[in-house]
């Protein structure tokens, strides 16, 4: 089942970013690719975000911005988030993610970093009864995890 999962995530981030179309429609495309009405169901509960851009800077183009792209489902009353963080320029400089989400305890960040690709695969596990409410991410890049960061976009 991981396999599966793992290659309908290939196959939709892939059929995006080739046929250069929304987040939105990659579900489709993915089901389509498929070819089995019971992956169509599977992806529904997919909810697809980005991709969310660092800022640029010294010269660069848009072109040249990291991102991350991904999806949040729920299973067993659980939130879970999947994505990758793109690193598009390769400067040597790194590319930062960073999470933040509200719950009970109040405002919680983590972040990562990479020099090329970096994937997600069930980050969180929240529950709406520890009172989960909110999850947020930016992308930043440079010499350090403040350097060239973009807003913080809300995905749930």
């Not at 183009?61 to 659980?78: L, P, Q, V």
């Not at 970093?113 to 709406?128: A, E, M, Q, V, Y």
């Amino acid at each position: 089942m991981r396999n599966l999962r793992n290659l309908l995530v290939s196959t939709a981030l892939a059929g995006s970013l080739a046929a250069g179309l929304a987040a939105v429609t990659a579900p489709a495309a993915s089901a389509s690719a498929a070819g089995t009405s019971g992956t169509a169901a599977a992806q529904s509960s997919r909810h697809f975000f980005g991709p969310i851009h660092s800022r640029f800077g010294r010269g660069e183009d848009s072109g040249d911005r990291s991102y991350f792209k991904g999806y949040w489902t729920k299973s067993d009353g659980r939130y879970w988030f999947y994505g990758s963080l793109f690193d598009r320029d390769h400067d040597r400089d790194y590319s930062y993610v960073w999470f933040r989400w509200h719950d009970d305890r109040g405002f919680h960040t983590k972040y990562y970093k990479t020099f090329g690709r970096l994937n997600f695969s069930k980050f969180g596990g929240f529950r709406k009864s520890d009172g989960f409410d909110d999850f947020d991410i930016r992308v930043c890049e440079g010499d350090d995890r403040f350097d060239d960061c973009g807003g913080y976009k809300d995905v749930f």
